[in-house]
T-cell receptor
Framework: NAGVTQTPKFQVLKTGQSMTLQCAQDMNHEYMSWYRQDPGMGLRLIHYSVGAGITDQGEVPNGYNVSRSTTEDFPLRLLSAAPSQTSVYFC???????????FGQGTRLTVV | AQKITQTQPGMFVQEKEAVTLDCTYDTSDPSYGLFWYKQPSSGEMIFLIYQGSYDQQNATEGRYSLNFQKARKSANLVISASQLGDSAMYFCAMREGQGGGFKTIFGAGTRLFVKA
């Protein structure tokens, strides 16, 4: 039971570098989303997707891009990393009824 | 505007006692869902319980129950018979719209400390 798999678990970037956080799920969920969690705070929605080829912005989309070419994968791209993007990133996918979300283990990103 | 409000940054409870974690929400959508998640110190997000806006009964899952008061727009989590392993951050979340196709947003969380 893989569920939602995020890679990498840890990453250090220099300011201005770009990178892609990977997220894959094997539950055939249509709905996937990316969140960031800053210290002492809740999760803030970055982008989400309701199915392959469809994405939309969440609460804090600036500085991030997403695409959804397959049901299974939902990568998050940081175009030009900034220290303000230092955070823990979570990917989630939802059941078809939307009554539960399954989360990945998180990616701890540090931008120096 | 804040859509999910958790007013208790931290809570203490004695082991074996019950505790209520507060959550209020704001939405104009008649169809929405409310969730509670637990985040232990290891960092993973663990789903606890779900309540749909049209559900007539309060949701229960083992020691967890959701006190859903629709008119007050509150969805408090009740944990009965607290255990030391319940010490964690707890997040309330709301999904607006139907099915899995809409945004789910989170409150700031409540840190629960269970004392032996």
């Amino acid at each position: 039971n893989a569920g939602v798999t995020q890679t990498p678990k840890f990453q250090v970037l220099k300011t201005g570098q770009s990178m892609t956080l990977q997220c894959a799920q094997d539950m055939n969920h249509e709905y996937m989303s990316w969140y960031r969690q800053d210290p002492g705070m809740g999760l803030r929605l970055i982008h989400y997707s309701v199915g392959a080829g469809i994405t939309d912005q969440g609460e804090v989309p600036n500085g991030y891009n997403v695409s959804r070419s397959t049901t299974e994968d939902f990568p998050l791209r940081l175009l030009s990393a900034a220290p303000s993007q230092t955070s823990v990133y979570f990917c989630a996918s939802s059941t078809p009824q939307g009554t539960e979300a399954f989360f990945g283990q998180g990616t701890r990103l540090t931008v120096v | 505007a804040q859509k999910i409000t958790q007013t208790q940054p931290g809570m203490f409870v004695q082991e074996k006692e019950a505790v209520t974690l507060d959550c209020t929400y704001d939405t104009s959508d008649p169809s929405y869902g409310l969730f509670w998640y637990k985040q232990p110190s290891s960092g993973e997000m663990i789903f606890l319980i779900y309540q749909g806006s049209y559900d007539q009964q309060n949701a229960t899952e083992g020691r967890y129950s959701l006190n859903f008061q629709k008119a007050r727009k509150s969805a408090n989590l009740v944990i009965s018979a607290s255990q030391l392993g319940d010490s964690a951050m707890y997040f309330c979340a709301m999904r607006e719209g139907q099915g899995g196709g809409f945004k789910t947003i989170f409150g700031a969380g409540t840190r629960l400390f269970v004392k032996a």
